[in-house]
């Protein structure tokens, strides 16, 4: 093999390429795309039409193929969030690289430079030309690698056991496609492809489960701490443990009021009634599957009838009525999950919904989710004034005479930390006071004896628990030890209260009456219910024992007349050091995420879709027109035999290379290891420099990159080797 020949590289059989983006296609929902796409790869084996496309040519495709990789992953980054924009775009890398493969197929090389990949090499690769080196040209054939580029695509739509199977019977095919055309027939036995065909679909099946696994693990939160996480059931609070307190500068949401009314203090987004352990849960005793505890704020505001779930502003009316609400909350963030916890102020009367979402579900305790909702949402919420549309009032079942533990008075489980609350009671005179007084000397008794801090030195010890150590003998921590110990201490005094975590809201953006509400913002809080009265009711309940229906009388015990209140007594230094001003990184990350979010709520409204669609559609018809208008113009055709034949050196023989054997003559033999041009510049110095320069500029252009000379270059050309050849008879003569 000569300097010029590329190495071995290994081709694809036919149909093999074609096969597989049609797989692509019909698990992707893009047959059609998939067709044009496998015809045009598989008309190389039939059609004769070639291109010499050189370095120059090689490159072009490249670059077009890292643009449209670009701005497919561009486009995904404005309509997801988190690091799934990252995995977005993997189902579209077959047709992203389509430009590079069909350049292969379609070139005289029928391989690709390796120095197309690397804007160094292609550099290096050019000067060394220029300077007369015929360096060996190195080349690799793509099939495989776009064979497997689609394989991964193909993979990553493949969810659920009818794709699964789809995929199983699909790998077989192709498989047995690879097999049929790399042996021969006598070489071809039933046996071992079927167990390796079986072998290649099931391994095939496992990779696409765990790479869709590993696409749901992503979405769900489980990387970056990227957003959409399911409404929990349990909330894992830092207490006990040690180390900094550190949370995400990233903005959760924006929060816009109405001009001239000022933001609620703080939104919840999750509300918790059992404390265990350092760990607070939602629990509903008269629903042990969660997901039934929730119910359609529709519904709810029916049954009520004070209001309404609007998907449309636009000619808005409650109960028929023109509304007399306070002008709406706006709120809007992005959003992952099918079920997606809204933060809202209290007693929210109505929201209303820009973009597309299915319903809203609320549950007694006031969690509020947004059910199916698309990736970004805008919400309208018109505050109200009753209370019990966000949070039913307390109520607990009895037993006989024993209350069930997860109810709004119960205490921990821990009997000392039980007994440590109850003795606080007494020493602190709640047991005396009223709620208001209760509250008061609460607040009193935190901000004087103790202090906030987000370094987390407090850990649990024998027989003394976290919290334990917060109430004696630590007496600082952050607002989890704050609100669980507010919380727990009303409950002992016999305020009905729960847990409440949500934002603060504290920082104005740019905007007039919109705020930021940021991980570092987060908080926690004690909701508590003031003003109550309880009395015992009962009613009965079917319930089914041993296969036969029976009605049970149940007791409980209801609060009414009283209001849910935030009751927030962490000292109130806590904003001031979790929620610094945020630098110039920081602004500018801001920045990007507005425009990302606001741009996909653009993009929502139906008008603006269509005129978005419409221009992609003519930026794509525009770039290929050029693309045929300009392969068109260089278009050659070779025979049938050459269309199938392996890879064809592009490169001629230039006038010099044709010099060659009389200079050797007169100068003596070219070493093989040295350059034309090198070997030239040692052994004929006689010969201008500029002349040098320009000879073998012309001889790069027709010997390597298959330029066609004008008229006057050839002239200039044949005249400067004319020249070379004078010069060298010069020495013979001497």
């Not at 606080?424 to 006071?433: G, I, M, S, W």
Request: hydrophobic share 40%; aromatic share 10%; glycine share 6%.
């Amino acid at each position: 093999m000569n300097a010029y020949e590329p190495s071995h590289f290994p081709a694809p059989p036919r149909l093999l390429l074609g096969v597989t983006l049609l797989v692509w296609g019909a698990l992707t929902n893009h047959a059609l795309l998939a067709f044009g796409g496998a015809l045009l790869i598989e008309g190389a084996h039939w059609l004769n039409w070639r291109w010499r496309f050189g370095l120059r040519g090689y490159s072009r495709a490249w670059i077009l193929s890292l643009t449209a990789l670009a701005g497919t992953v561009g486009f995904h980054s404005l309509n997801l969030t988190g690091p799934t924009a990252i995995l977005a775009f993997i189902e579209w890398l077959p047709f992203i690289f389509l430009p590079l493969i069909l350049a292969q197929q379609y070139g005289a090389a029928r391989a690709v430079p390796t120095s197309v990949f690397s804007i160094i090499a292609r550099q290096r690769l050019k000067r060394e030309r220029r300077l007369g080196k015929d360096l060996p040209d190195s080349r690799i054939h793509l099939g495989y690698p776009y064979f497997a580029i689609t394989l991964l695509a193909t993979a990553f739509t493949a969810d659920g056991l009818k794709q699964q199977w789809q995929y199983f019977v699909c790998m077989i095919l192709l498989a047995g496609i690879a097999f049929y055309y790399a042996n021969r027939r006598k070489q071809r036995r039933i046996l071992p492809w079927l167990i390796m065909t079986t072998l290649i679909g099931l391994s095939s099946m496992a990779s696409s489960r765990g790479l869709l696994t590993l696409y749901d693990w992503i979405k769900k939160g489980g990387f970056l701490s990227s957003q959409g996480q399911e409404a929990p059931i349990e909330q894992n609070t830092a207490i006990g443990k040690l180390g900094e307190l550190k949370l995400s500068r990233r903005i959760k949401w924006r929060l816009s009021v109405p001009s001239g009314q000022k933001p609620p203090q703080r939104v919840m987004t999750y509300a918790y009634n059992h404390y265990r352990s350092g760990k607070w849960q939602s629990f509903d005793p008269d629903f042990a599957d969660y997901e039934r505890s929730f119910s359609d704020l529709l519904t709810i505001a029916d049954k009520k009838d004070i209001g309404e779930f609007a998907f449309d502003t636009d000619g808005f009316q409650v109960n028929d009525q023109p509304s007399t609400l306070r002008p709406p909350i706006r709120l809007r963030g992005a959003v992952t999950s099918n079920r997606k916890a809204l933060p809202s102020p209290p007693a929210p009367v109505l929201f209303a919904q820009a973009t597309e979402i299915d319903s809203i579900e609320q549950s007694q305790l006031g969690t509020i989710l947004a059910i199916n909702a698309d990736n970004v949402l805008d919400i309208e919420i018109w505050p109200g004034n009753d209370d019990s549309l966000r949070e039913a009032p307390p109520t607990q079942r009895l037993r006989g005479t024993q209350l069930l533990e997860t109810t709004s008075l119960a205490l921990p489980s821990n009997s000392r930390e039980t007994n440590l609350l109850k003795n606080l009671v007494t020493e602190l005179a709640l047991d005396q006071k009223s709620d208001r007084e209760k509250i008061k000397a609460l607040r009193s008794y935190f901000q004087t004896e103790f202090a906030y801090t987000t370094h987390l030195k407090i850990t649990a010890r024998p027989n003394r628990s976290a919290l334990t150590e917060f109430l004696t003998s630590a007496r600082e921590g952050h607002c989890e030890y704050f609100a669980t110990a507010t919380t727990l201490l009303l409950r002992a005094s016999g305020i009905p209260a729960r847990y409440a975590v949500g934002y603060a809201v504290r920082e104005r953006a740019n905007n007039a009456g919109e705020y930021y509400l940021r991980g570092t913002h987060a908080h926690s809080w004690c909701r508590a219910y003031l003003g109550g009265r309880k009395e015992i009711v009962e009613e009965e309940q079917i319930v089914v024992q041993s296969g036969r229906e029976r009605t049970v009388t149940i007791q409980r015990e209801v609060w009414t007349g009283g209001t849910w209140t935030d009751i927030d007594l962490t000292p109130a230094t806590w904003i001031n050091l979790d929620s610094p001003d945020p630098n110039w990184q920081e602004k500018l990350g801001d920045s990007l995420q507005r425009f990302r979010e606001d741009f996909q709520l653009w993009r929502a409204n139906e008008k603006n879709r269509d005129w978005v669609n419409l221009v992609l559609i003519f930026v794509a018809v525009a770039l290929v027109i050029f693309v045929v208008w300009r392969l068109s113009r260089s278009r050659i055709q070779q025979g049938a035999d050459a269309v199938h034949s392996s890879y064809q050196p592009s490169r001629t023989l230039s006038d010099l290379n044709a010099l060659l054997p009389q200079l050797e003559k007169t100068l003596g033999t070219k070493p093989a290891h040295e350059s034309l041009t090198r070997w030239l510049q040692r052994v004929l110095p006689e010969f201008p420099m500029q002349s040098y320069q320009r000879l073998f500029i012309l001889h790069e252009n027709q010997r390597f990159n298959s330029y066609t000379l004008s008229e006057s270059e050839e002239k200039e050309f044949e005249t400067l080797v004319h020249t070379l050849g004078q010069t060298c008879a010069q020495r013979k003569d001497q």
